[in-house]
């Protein structure tokens, strides 16, 4: 699993550390290590170190002092290392020290500096750290927009990406690589900042953190939660998972659901709705009915809302008055959104939640949620969701007569960590945010990020397949933030696979047939790395 932890975690694990340690140990380490993985790539590049041409990008602080020790080791194995200060006056004495002693150059002329990045063959990018917010600033803006020769080397984030939220508010230095030091980052695991961040390395450097809220889960991870029948079980032991999906207008999404939830560990699918015969049709092995939810027989989990249409609105009543865990998707939180969170105010039974962007705008205007001209940083901080709606959040802005427009998706896909909490904490329910990085937050705080997935995953009805496979996954006795992880790890995994090498188009129902190779592929190499 990769743990990922705050800034204010990290820089309370760092002072702790540092208190029982000679002064500039800490730093020394992540230099050793930072160093290490640039002469890796510099050998794989070139075939050696000496006479690389080395630029680093030193801002004030800390980070700009990690990248000039960096820098003053590859001097020292021979490489050509120059120094341009983003920052002059404010560099790091010691480092800049060190890099001057083993032969480093520093050049003052941001011109030259920025022709010396475009011919380099690798650059540290030690701009701005992990408590930087906002974008670069103006004068180190030319760099994110500059050729480049060699590959970013990130240190700990890269420059203008906000490390706790991933958020991206102005121009950012796109990195090839990032090490990152002790622990990851939130906002080097989800997007938009993973997609600056490139490939990540974790260097550690001794720091002894607490729990973390944020992890994404890996395949061994996975392979721990996958439901797995035993000898004395019978198809109503599994789980039973009930589907309420599809409509006269949209009769596929209930054969997508179906086939979702077949292959989600359940030991059978129940299916009401109007597309019975459809689905029945296709897959003789669902039980089904025609009527609803209320008279399906037992389940232990319902998915509601895959092109409900107009059986939505009943539909999803009568899944929130039982007393299993519900997911609702699509059409049911557009009725959800309609009726606010009080619609699950009584329920006793979890229910788990799962918008793209564009529905948890809808959900969030229907929190009804006060707010305040200004509102609050959609980079929260450590706190960040933790009082979701006492503010206004990504998206929201009081007009001059206190009125609140709706937050745009766009605004809430480029806040996704913010956007997921804020809806779990409104909803007090799980939330699983599809999208480029699909985020699980429930309402406690927990927060799982997803890592696997392709952008052929943008095809109509994968949605619906994928809250099949959750809900089914949820009947089998998952909690609703592991359920919500390892169908979408699953999903990530399937579309990959039949999208295949390098890419090509894939529908939902190709998922759906590729889970169960997913689902083995996750088992094996768990039980052969044990």
């Known amino acids: 699993m990769r743990s990922a932890h705050r800034v204010e975690q990290v820089r309370a694990a760092e002072a702790e550390l540092m208190a ?123 760099y994110a927009r500059a050729g480049r020769n060699g590959p970013v080397v990130a240190v700990d984030v890269p420059s203008g990406v906000d490390a706790d939220t991933g958020e991206v508010a102005g121009v950012a230095l796109r990195a090839d690589v990032t090490v990152c030091f002790g622990t990851y980052k939130p906002g080097l695991l989800i997007d938009p900042g993973a997609s600056y961040a490139g490939a990540v390395q974790l260097v550690g450097i001794g720091l002894a953190l607490p729990p973390a809220d944020v992890a994404a889960l890996q395949h061994a991870d996975v392979a721990a939660l996958l439901p797995v029948p035993g000898a004395e079980s019978d198809k109503y032991r599994r789980g039973v998972v009930g589907v309420a999906a599809g409509s006269a207008r949209y009769p596929g999404a209930a054969l997508l659901a179906v086939a979702g939830a077949l292959h989600g560990g359940a030991g059978a699918v129940r299916y009401v709705g109007t597309a019975a015969e459809d689905v029945v049709r296709r897959y003789p092995e669902a039980l089904v009915t025609e009527g609803g939810p209320a008279g399906a027989g037992r389940v232990q989990a319902w998915v509601v809302g895959p092109g409900g249409g107009e059986g939505a609105e009943r539909a999803l009543a009568e899944a929130l008055a039982s007393d299993v865990p519900v997911l609702v998707d699509a059409d049911g939180l557009t009725e959800l959104a309609r009726l606010g969170p009080q619609a699950l105010a009584g329920r006793t039974a979890p229910t788990l939640l799962t918008p793209h962007t564009g529905e948890a705008a809808r959900l969030l205007a229907g929190a009804g949620r006060g707010v305040e001209a200004g509102g609050v940083e959609a980079g929260g901080g450590a706190g960040a969701g933790a009082g979701a709606g006492a503010g206004a959040g990504a998206g929201e802005r009081a007009s001059g007569g206190g009125e609140v427009r709706p937050p745009a998706a766009d605004e809430l896909a480029a806040a996704r960590l913010v956007t997921a909490r804020r809806l779990a904490a409104a909803y007090r329910a799980t939330v699983l945010l599809k999208g480029s990085t699909t985020v699980v937050a429930d309402p406690g705080g927990g927060v799982r990020v997803n890592p696997t997935g392709s952008s052929w995953l943008a095809t109509a009805g994968s949605g619906d397949v994928l809250a099949g496979l959750a809900g089914s996954l949820l009947s089998t006795g998952l909690s609703p933030l592991d359920a919500a992880a390892v169908a979408a790890y699953l999903h990530g995994l399937a579309a990959r696979r039949a999208a295949g090498a390098p890419g090509a188009p894939i529908t939902a129902l190709q998922v759906a047939a590729a889970l169960p190779d997913a689902w083995r592929d996750v088992r094996t190499a768990s039980s052969q790395a044990s």
């Open 20 to 142: 029982g340690l000679p002064e500039g140990t800490l730093m020394q380490r992540a230099a050793v290590g930072l160093a290490a993985t640039c002469a890796r790539l510099l050998t794989r590049r070139r075939g050696r170190v000496y006479g690389s041409r080395v630029v680093v990008l030193a801002g004030s602080g800390d980070n700009g002092g990690d990248a000039l020790y960096a820098g003053a080791a590859l001097a020292r194995r021979g490489a050509r290392v120059t120094a341009v200060l983003t920052a002059p006056g404010r560099a790091h004495a010691g480092g800049l020290a060190a890099l001057r002693s083993a032969g480093g150059r520093v050049e003052p002329d941001q011109e030259v500096g920025l022709a010396d990045f475009s011919r380099a063959d690798l650059v540290l990018d030690g701009i701005v750290g992990i408590g930087g917010r906002g974008g670069l600033r103006p004068e180190a803006q030319p």
